[in-house]
């Protein structure tokens, strides 16, 4: 048999029909140890040889056609009870010991077709038993004839319906194994999204706490740096009464304390817009508009710092339900943190896309958990249907290990930096019911792409 055929083999069937050949020789085999009339011996070898040779063709018949390996048996069943009757007319009829043959074929039909197959045989059995009794001993006893005939039958039915129930609970052992591996899957997904939703509840609270903190930090802040920068302005009076050559020194000190308060009022002005995100106002808008607006904002800023911005932005998108202000808000942070990536200039490309019903592959983590594809966007099946603004540069990327880092508030790897302009942003998509994902490879530069769910109504913008 070749490889090609070996899948059409059921091995239950296929045990089977080993397993009957064997039984079947097995049991000429202990009834020939039994002794024969010496009449009888010419006729029973050859039929044995008969017999051998047919089951060598039986199964080179499976081998040449497995797919049709159900259909053989049966068929050899009918053979097998037609050589057992042989043995017995040829070995002295009702006398013979090749009766209880039939026995071991009823049996086997019984465990493996079922009750309708086993009836058939115990019925061809009888007919076929009493055939070869009469002809082989004429005058046969009717009683031990019809004593072993109704055995066939009880034999068929108890096994029939023993084999019959197997089947049935076999049956609902697999129906009930393939329902448990189903509600195991619907436990392991509902887990996965109760686990999402403690993380996305955790982080708010902690968010929350976090800016409580930082509204009351930098409310304490402010006041201290107002008194230090009204005295500074006042001690810039003073510097006129100074002699000339302490005066140019005095004049660098104040103005380095007042580039310092500059920052720390920058720094404070920062985390009281993080502790102060209002919840957003959500309309239906179209994202081109938005996005080319920022454009213009941005592009001299980046000019500036030897960067240049290219914008793609699908045509046809549908309306986005999002607060205009805070979009801004977010688009324009990961602008700048892109900027901030390439002290030595480069690019930014920020283009927009429709992520449909198919994704494929999976790669770098999203925000949350969330699975991307190989374009580094998260699959199709995180927010269906929903739109993408990806910002994507060509600095150093992000390290592997910050990965899980850079959306949390107050990370930052920049000199200077407040670490909040990621976190504002992530804060803002999921207040739209979106995510902010990250996918790098480090020298590879980094790719931001906010994730927003599209308007259920309106026309595409």
């Known amino acids: 048999m070749t490889g090609g055929n070996s899948k059409f083999l059921p091995t239950e069937e296929w045990s089977f029909a080993v397993l009957r050949a064997l039984a079947m020789l097995g049991g000429m085999v202990a009834l020939f140890l039994v002794p024969l009339r010496p009449e009888h011996q010419p006729h029973l070898l050859p039929l044995a040889w008969a017999f051998v040779a047919y089951k060598i063709l039986l199964f080179l018949a499976i081998r040449t056609w497995p797919q049709r390996l159900r259909l053989l048996l049966l068929g050899t069943v009918g053979l097998d009870l037609l050589f057992v009757s042989l043995f017995v007319w040829f070995s002295g009829g009702l006398e013979s010991h090749f009766y209880l043959l039939y026995y071991l074929l009823v049996g086997l039909a019984a465990v493996h077709f079922g009750p309708g197959i086993v009836l058939g045989t115990a019925g061809g059995a009888g007919a076929l038993y009493g055939l070869a009794s009469l002809a082989g001993t004429p005058g046969a006893d009717w009683h031990h004839l019809s004593a072993r005939v109704a055995t066939f039958f009880l034999l068929g039915g108890a096994l029939g319906f023993i084999s019959q129930r197997e089947r049935l609970a076999r049956a609902e052992a697999e129906r009930l194994n393939v329902e448990l591996r189903e509600n195991q899957s619907r436990l392991e997904k509902a887990y996965q999204e109760l686990q999402a939703t403690q993380e996305r509840l955790v982080q708010s609270e902690r968010l929350a706490t976090i800016g409580q903190m930082s509204a009351k930090v930098s409310h304490e802040v402010r006041n201290p740096l107002g008194s230090i920068s009204l005295n500074a302005e006042l001690l810039e009076d003073e510097l006129q ?103 030595e200039g480069g690019s930014i490309i920020v283009r927009t896309g429709l992520l449909g019903q198919k994704a494929e592959g999976k790669r770098q983590k999203a925000e949350g958990g969330t699975p991307v594809d190989s374009s580094g966007l998260p699959s199709a099946g995180c927010l269906v249907p929903s739109v993408f603004i990806e910002v994507r540069d060509t600095g150093p990327g992000v390290p592997p290990e910050n990965l899980d880092k850079i959306f949390e508030p107050f990370f930052s790897t920049k000199e200077g930096g407040t670490g909040l302009g990621l976190a504002i942003a992530r804060q803002i998509a999921m207040d739209h019911g979106g995510v902010l994902t990250c996918e790098s490879s480090p020298g590879g530069g980094a790719a931001f792409c906010l994730i927003l769910p599209i308007s259920n109504g309106g026309d595409r913008g």
């Open 241 to 343: 009464a100074l002699p000339e050559d302490r005066r140019a020194e005095a004049a660098s000190l104040l103005a380095a304390i007042r580039s310092q308060v500059d920052v720390l009022s920058a720094v404070t002005e920062e985390y009281l817009r993080f502790a102060r995100l209002p919840r957003p106002k959500l309309e239906a808008a179209a994202v081109a508009p938005l996005i080319e607006e920022l454009a213009e904002f941005v592009r001299g800023e980046l000019r500036g710092r030897r960067v240049r911005l290219d914008v793609t932005v699908q045509d046809g998108l549908p309306p986005v339900r999002l607060d205009p202000g805070q979009i801004r808000r977010a688009l324009l942070n990961l602008v700048r943190n892109a900027a901030e990536a390439m002290p």
